[in-house]
Each structure stands twice: as C-alpha cells, then as structure tokens.
C-alpha cells in the first residue's frame, strides 16, 4: 500500500514547472522520495534536476530504490530503463560543470557537495532487451566517456583560470577552491570487451585526477587478450575491487599464471570467474603439471575469496587439488560442465568447503549414474547452509528426483532451484512440488518442459539444438504451468514462482544472496 507521502511525491514529479519551481523550497529529507517517484515514473527531467541539486554527499541507487517500507521498492533485479540511468549521469555532469565554472569565476563552491555516485547494483538485463532497457556494456561505455569529457572541461577551465590569475584575479586566489575539491567518485560494475576496452582505459587514466573519478567494484571481461587484460587489472583501484570475471578469453593455465599475480593486489577480491577458460587437466604433460601446480599456488593467496566459478573446465579428478590449499571456505562453488568424477564430489563432501557452500552450481555434469550417490552425499552435507542449487542439463530421470527429493526436503534454507534441461516427467515434477512446499525459504524454482509436453514424446531431446522450441507442445507447457500455479494456490505459498521462462525469471548471483 502507498504511503500518503509517496503518493504526494508522485504528483509533485509529474508537473516539471511546479516540481522547478517549489524544489528550491523542498526540505532535504524528502528528496530521496522525490527521487523515487521520479525514477519510477520515468520523469527525467524532474531527475536530472533533483541530481543537480542533490544536497547530500553521497547518492546510492541502490540504497533509494530499494524502498522505506512505504510504497513498492524499484526492483534493480528489473531491467535498467536507459533514459533514466542516461538522466541520472546528466545530472552529475550538469553539477560538475556548474562548480568549474564557480571555480573558473572565482566563486566559493557549494558548502554541501556531492562526494559519491553509487550506481552499483543495476544488474544486466540479460537475454531480454528492449528499446527502453541499457545494457551493463553500454552503460559502461556511457559512464566512461562521461569521464573523459568531463575531465577534458576541467583542463580548459583549470587552463583558463591559471591565466586569469596572472591578472587581476591573482588577489582573490584564495576563493577559488583547488581543482582536487571538485570531485565525485562515480562507484560502477563495468563489462568490457574489445570493442570498448580503448575508452575505457582512457577514462580509468584521467580519473586519477578528474572530477568524475571511476572506480570499479565488479570487472566482467570477455574476449580480451592477454595483454589487454593485464592493462586493465592495473588501472583498477585494488580497494575498491569485488569481482573478476574473465570469461570467453582461451587463455589457459599459462595466460591465467600471468594473470594472477596481478590479482594478488585486491585485498577484497571475493569473486573470481574464469568460465570458458580452456582449462584441461585430464592428460597434462610434465610442464602442464607444472602450470597447474604454479595455478593451484596462486589461487590460494587470495585470501579474501569466497566465489570461485570454473565453469566449463574439464577439471576431472582434480578438484582436491584445486580447492585444498584456500585459506578460507568458498561460499561459492561454480563447476558446470567440469567433467567431474565421483572422488571430486566425495572429496567436496568431506572438505571444509561444505559446510559453508552458500551456492553450488553442477550444470550439465551427469548426476544421473556413477555420480549420483556422492552427489546425494555432498548435497546433504552441505543442506544446513545451501541457499541455491544449480542442476540444469544434469540427465536428471524422475527415478533419479525419487532419490535427490529427501536430502533436498533437507535444504530448509534453500531459495533457489535450477532443474531446466532434464528428462522429467509431468508426475515427476508435480511430487517434486508437493514435496517443495515447506521449504518456506524457496522463492524461485526453474523447471524443464515435462517429456510428455514435447511433440515426440519418445525421443530424448537434444537440449543444445536450438530449434529446440519447436519440439514444443506449447499450449501442453501453458496448462502444465497453470496446474502447477493452482496447487501453489491452493497450498497458500504464491510467494515461491515455479517457471520455465528461464529468460524472464534470473536466478540471483551469489553477491545477491
């Protein structure tokens, strides 16, 4: 229900020559409440200028659109709207322009300035984008020219004034604040790949001094050469750094041992991903020995690590030597289609890792044979903290969801559930439902089409084919899911989603939980 206040907020924002007109008179405390009627309505006009004006050292996205309590909160989950992450960036720079041209005129500057831009927390959009919706790509590209420019504005002014001040404004220098005091730290996730690493650079190097200083908490990088990675770690400020995820860049054990020395500097690295790395160990020769043991060495002196996602590595009997050296649990287990033998999940089982795995994620290994009974093993070993577990393309049979269904009754704090891409039955997953339902915790369970749905029953599908939807009875799919929605109706638990839109429904990041 909406708050009286909200409400208020809500009319004020829509009227722009009102809202200009009265916020000069508008008392500190509301204006974030203005920003969140303004942000959720999509009047940016109202939002630049509440920026402009922002009366607070520090604007956090996150933390105004999270909402008080009061009205609905802006989920930043959603899709970031373009025209408003673009106005909210217009606004900083309309504030950063006006305090040098105070500077450049000799003017005192604003006694309450903006310190902090926040646009942490917006997370990518994902497979569907709209005309409406910005990309995390392009919104790093937008945030890095913005930068750049501002800098570029600065050195003029900077230039100008120095000459000025040979004259006849020498006298009253000590009125014009230095440079350095006209600066706000713009805190992002940033995605860079070839296309945008050039600018990106550019704006990391004129931050050190620039009014809009970038400084980045998570790096997702793909398709990047070696050295162009190496480049780029080096610019990061290595306090301010959560996340590294390097994906797509074939680099192997040799190029990611160059890499991580290099990421021995973020004393707070918590994350690190290295999908589609071309890491195999199954045959190595003696010098591929060698670079596996330099990598396990390595690993382990991050010290501060809890995510580690080696997705897509053939790392086959090898994991306890991977993961035995870390100087802290990982909360975060990331080996989809890994190749991973039944000692890797027993060893995992019996590791100090398990009691603390927060997120496991086994996509697309084969838990249906030879792995099944230690993968029931670790699962329950690791029931009383797990929060999220990720199974899809795992071969899963309904005889197999017979055994898996105790131990995960066990999983009480569990929130999340991926089984998309296994051969299951309608029956199948409706016992998995029922059997569901007092896991009060479970929010989001993303479920595969039942075999019975798809136009050739009889045929296993080959979930890899992209023609795949057209295998699909979709009206079957429609009434499976408006069966299912019924009994979670009926059973008073609306608040768990049981979807097949894996596009719609994004299971959150660890980070998140």
């Known amino acids: 229900m909406l708050s009286l206040a909200f409400m208020c ?13 009265a916020l000069p008179l508008i008392p500190e405390e509301l204006y974030p409440l203005l920003f969140r009627a303004a942000f959720l309505d999509k009047k940016t006009l109202v939002l630049q200028d509440l920026v402009h004006r922002w009366p607070f050292s520090v604007l956090s996205l996150q933390r105004l659109l999270q909402g008080d309590g009061h009205h609905r909160s802006v989920q930043l989950f959603e899709k970031a709207n373009r025209l408003c992450v673009q106005t909210i960036i217009l606004g900083i720079m309309a504030y950063l322009k006006e305090e040098l041209a105070r500077q ?7 006694k309450k300035r903006l310190r902090l831009l926040d646009m942490t927390g917006i997370h990518e959009d994902g497979l569907e984008q709209g005309p409406d919706t910005m990309s995390l ?40 604040a230095d440079s350095s005091t006209i600066c706000v730290e713009l805190r992002a996730d940033l995605f860079v790949n070839s296309t945008s690493y050039a600018v990106l650079r550019e704006a990391l190097l004129v931050g050190n001094q620039g009014p809009l200083r970038l400084q ?28 590294i995820d390097l994906r797509f860049n074939n680099l192997g054990l040799p190029g990611l041992n160059a890499l991580l020395p290099y990421m021995k500097r973020f004393s707070r690295l918590q994350s690190l991903k290295l999908p589609y790395s071309n890491i195999d160990v199954r045959r190595l020769s003696q010098v591929g020995e060698e670079d596996l043991q330099n990598f396990v060495s390595q690993i382990c002196q991050l010290s501060a690590l809890k995510e580690l996602n080696l997705g897509s590595s053939r790392l086959s009997g ?40 927060k997120k496991l994620d086994l996509s697309g290994n084969n838990l249906c044979d030879v792995l099944l009974q230690p993968f029931l093993q670790l699962l329950d070993c690791a029931s009383t903290s797990l929060l999220h577990l990720d199974v899809m393309e795992c071969k899963l049979t309904d005889s197999a969801l017979s055994a898996l269904t105790p131990v995960l009754r066990r999983c009480r704090s569990l929130r999340y559930l991926g089984i998309f891409y296994n051969f299951l039955s309608g029956q199948g997953i409706r016992s998995l439902l ?58 008073q638990r609306t608040d768990m989603v049981w979807t097949a839109d894996m596009v719609l429904h994004r299971p959150p990041e660890y980070l998140s939980l």
């Not at 450049?104 to 604003?110: C, D, I, S, T, Y």
């Not at 980045?216 to 996340?243: F, K, Y």
């Open 9 to 21: 907020s809500r009319r004020l924002v829509s009227d722009h020559r009102s809202m200009c007109s």
């Open 104 to 110: 450049k005129q000799g003017q005192p500057l604003r």
């Open 137 to 176: 790509w392009f919104r790093t590209v937008t945030l890095a020219k913005s930068c750049i420019d501002i800098a570029k504005r600065q050195s003029e002014e900077t230039g100008q004034v120095s000459k000025r001040r040979r004259g006849h404004l020498y006298a009253a220098r000590s009125s014009v």
């Open 216 to 243: 980045c908490r998570d790096i997702r990088a793909e398709e990047l050469s070696l050295g162009s990675t190496m480049g780029l770690l080096e610019l990061l400020n290595p306090a301010s750094l959560r996340q």
């Open 318 to 357: 090898r994991l306890q030597q991977l993961l035995r050296g870390l100087r802290t649990p990982l909360e975060s287990l990331e080996l989809a289609f890994c190749y991973l033998l039944p000692a890797d999940l027993y060893y995992l089982s019996q590791s100090s890792h398990v009691s603390s795995l």
């Open 434 to 491: 029922q059997s569901s339902l007092h896991l009060a915790d479970l929010q989001l369970v993303i479920y595969p089409f039942p075999m019975e749905c798809y136009l050739n029953p009889t045929m296993q599908p080959d979930f890899s084919n992209p023609a795949l939807d057209g295998c699909i009875d979709h009206g079957q799919v429609a009434g499976f899911q408006a069966e299912l929605q019924e009994v979670l109706v009926r059973a």
